[in-house]
């Protein structure tokens, strides 16, 4: 199935991801072949077999107590952040 | 010229202790080699020389007044996708280039504890998704062997480290065969433990239901020294399993007679390089020898586990990699006109070709309309093939088949077609779905290019995939081999 530049588009979108036009047509050709290749699970007899999402069957997530156990370093872990104020990250204004 | 290099993580653990040499002197001696390779490997993207040497005189004084543990003083590297406090850990992107860890990953904690010194950062794959080290942001690792090849990926950077022999040991993570593969192409032992066996805190997520941890260097001894130290429970990791560690190292000689291996009739495929088979066929030879049983058995629904890789892990990807946003760590573009722009042009800028075509096939997959027809379908193909592998464990106590389907190939061969070059994966990603303990040990050489032999066991049956790899390694000296221009 070849998925149109629209597509293309949507996906990208979705993805929050910025494509130069050139990238467009290389894409679209990769994301084409590769939903023509995973097509094939199509084929795969199914019926009646539940999902398995991880590896590990009859393990269940953990619970911890609701308890602090970490110090605050919010300093050291801003020290990445692009734009830091006051402890606050800063963004672009969102509300006008 | 000091033989240091050519000495095993063992060997080196036990000549500190003895005070045959210094940890220096041993650490010295593999920056040395590490920066007199960097122009023609590329295995490196960070090397911390002060802090290693620093450690090494630390250890030094440790050994000296008789204390230390396992590794003291042993030098070791870890893949880049590994949180290394206050050292850069980049995952191979321009996203995280200038990203420098609050704190260490679970397994830098603990092999730090366990003695081990850090050298440094290994390349590998952007965010490790590739099979050649060609999706760096760093540029290709290229493989000791022969420097027109790649390495393998996505643990390409530690894997070429290893097989140059400027560390003894490193570590790699395996989502598909990042760990596996690129040990086959370079030559060496590589392990990756069972989903759960070694905590994933601090490992810069790819897939979660797949990605696990594990080791390489030359022989399963190693690996198994270094695995046994790594491995174990962690409250920070919520897919942490709490069973005990067994001594791997003290599981090694377990004797071999009688042990069941099945082989995989769908590894022997119509892809496999006929060369290459000889090779596998011939290390099975000397498992019969040694007294081991073979049975060939089917896993019908196997050949699809290509597909249901490239849903499942684009899935998960971009799913994980949606927290490189611009806003908290990572890469930020110049002048975002509103959040928006923020957020799609510091992606677009941050993130190479291959990490975004497996972020949108993900979203693509996931989107409505789809997530049906490919997300639970592929799900649901993953349940046929765990229980296939599950089946087959009923019969065999380990399955054995190529790593890959053919040696090493040259840089720039298979990146204009995606499909091609993931199908490099075939025979490593069945584990990966499965969660299952999986090794690949030298086993020959097709035209001198080393080859891999794969051994998969049941869950946490670690022990017994080391074992079996270390018994060929004691019948064989496919594994001591060194390329000439690093011997």
Known sequence: MALTREQIASIASLARLELTPGEFPVYQESLSRIVEFIGALERADTAGVAPMAHPLPGLSQRLRPDAVTEDDRHEAYQQNAPQVAAGLYLVPKVIE | MSDLHRQSVTQLALGLRARRFSSVELVGACLARIEASQAALNAFVTVTREQALAAAAQADRLLAAGGGGPLTGVPIAHKDLFCTRGVRTSCGSRMLDNFVSPYDATVVAKLQAAGAISLGKTNMDEFAMGSSNETSFYGPVRNPW?????????????????????????????????????????????????????????????????????????????????????????????????????????????????????????????????????????????????????????????????????????????????????????????????????????????????????VMTGTYVLSAGYYDAYYLKAQRVRALINADFIRAFKEVDVLMGPTTPTPAFALGAKTADPITMYLNDIYTIGANLAGLPAASVPCGFVQDLPVGLQIVGPHFAEARVLSAAHALQRATDWHTRVPEAYA
């Open chain 2, 146 to 358: 022969n420097p027109a090849l790649v390495p393998g990926g996505s643990s390409g950077g530690s894997a070429a480290a290893v097989a140059a022999r400027l560390v003894p040991g490193a570590t790699g993570t395996d989502t598909g065969g990042s760990i596996r593969q690129p040990a086959a192409l370079c030559g060496i032992t590589g392990m990756k433990a069972t989903y759960g066996r070694v905590s994933r805190h601090g490992m810069v997520a790819f897939a979660s239901s797949l990605d696990q941890a594990g080791t390489l260097a030359p022989s399963a001894a190693d690996c198994a020294l270094l695995l046994r130290e790594m491995a174990g429970f962690d409250e920070r990791d919520s897919t942490s399993v709490d069973t005990p560690v067994p001594d791997y190292v003290a599981a090694l000689e377990q004797p071999l007679a009688g042990l069941k291996i099945g082989l995989l009739r769908e590894f022997f495929d119509t892809g496999l390089d006929p060369e290459y088979e000889r090779c596998v066929r011939e290390a099975l030879k000397v498992y019969v020898g040694l007294g081991a049983k073979l049975t060939e058995v089917s896993l019908p629904s196997l050949p699809l586990s290509v597909p249901v890789y490239y849903v499942v892990a684009p899935a998960e990807c971009s799913s994980n990699l949606a927290r490189f946003d611009g806003v908290r760590f990572g890469h930020r573009c110049e002048n975002p006109r509103d959040l928006t722009d923020l957020y799609r042009r510091s992606r677009g800028e941050g993130f190479g070709a291959e990490v975004k075509r497996r």
